[in-house]
T-cell receptor
Framework: GAGVSQSPSNKVTEKGKDVELRCDPISGHTALYWYRQSLGQGLEFLIYFQGNSAPDKSGLPSDRFSAERTGGSVSTLTIQRTQQEDSAVYLC???????????FGAGSRLTVL | GQSLEQPSEVTAVEGAIVQINCTYQTSGFYGLSWYQQHDGGAPTFLSYNGLDGLEETGRFSSFLSRSDSYGYLLLQELQMKDSASYFCAVLNTGNQFYFGTGTSLTVIP
């Protein structure tokens, strides 16, 4: 696609429910990143995929968070048993392998009640 | 681990010049990037420095000193539309990008 596409754009859920956030990167981009941005804060690194290599999961804050990337393209970030502190904007970005420029999606705003 | 420091807020007058500094600590440093984010929007790429020195792109310039672990973003001829948050980000040799907490720039008439 022309840009990085994320869905849903907004998600309101109840505490304890599971949520899935989707990212469709730019076609041909082999690198894909997930970040979390709390209100008025910086971007917190979550996970990084590069081609078919094992993902770098070092930024995932707890075992309630997981992500997968199917076929080297679409990625899904799953948050199990959501907590109120999970409320944030989840941003996905992609790039060509070895590139120094990230292209971000518009983000998925998650609100946990 | 990684850490980046930048001022939380800066205010400048339309037409003026403003400099946003960034100091960093990281292992396996590869380069320093700058991103702009308007309220409610996605971060967008502004510049990248892989080598020491100044990179100029129109009204925006970015500088890097690897020996000082320091860089800055220089915005000239400020316009109201430049009011946004600006993030520095280090790229390490593992192809990971780590972002600072951002600087909120307010341009006043």
């Amino acid at each position: 696609g022309a840009g990085v596409s994320q869905s849903p754009s907004n998600k309101v859920t109840e505490k304890g429910k599971d949520v899935e956030l989707r990212c469709d990167p730019i076609s041909g981009h082999t690198a894909l990143y997930w970040y979390r941005q709390s209100l008025g804060q910086g971007l917190e690194f979550l996970i990084y995929f590069q081609g078919n290599s094992a993902p770098d999961k070092s930024g995932l804050p707890s075992d309630r968070f997981s992500a997968e990337r199917t076929g080297g393209s679409v990625s899904t970030l799953t948050i199990q048993r959501t907590q109120q502190e999970d409320s944030a904007v989840y941003l996905c970005a992609s790039s060509f392998s070895g590139a120094n420029v990230l292209t971000f999606g518009a983000g998925s705003r998650l609100t946990v009640l | 681990g990684q850490s980046l420091e930048q001022p939380s807020e800066v205010t400048a007058v339309e037409g003026a010049i403003v400099q946003i500094n960034c100091t960093y600590q990281t292992s396996g440093f590869y380069g320093l990037s700058w991103y702009q984010q308007h309220d409610g929007g996605a971060p967008t790429f502004l510049s990248y420095n892989g080598l020491d020195g100044l990179e100029e792109t129109g009204r925006f310039s970015s500088f890097l000193s690897r020996s000082d672990s320091y860089g800055y973003l220089l915005l000239q001829e400020l316009q109201m539309k430049d009011s946004a948050s600006y993030f520095c980000a280090v790229l390490n040799t593992g192809n990971q990008f780590y972002f600072g907490t951002g600087t909120s720039l307010t341009v006043i008439p």
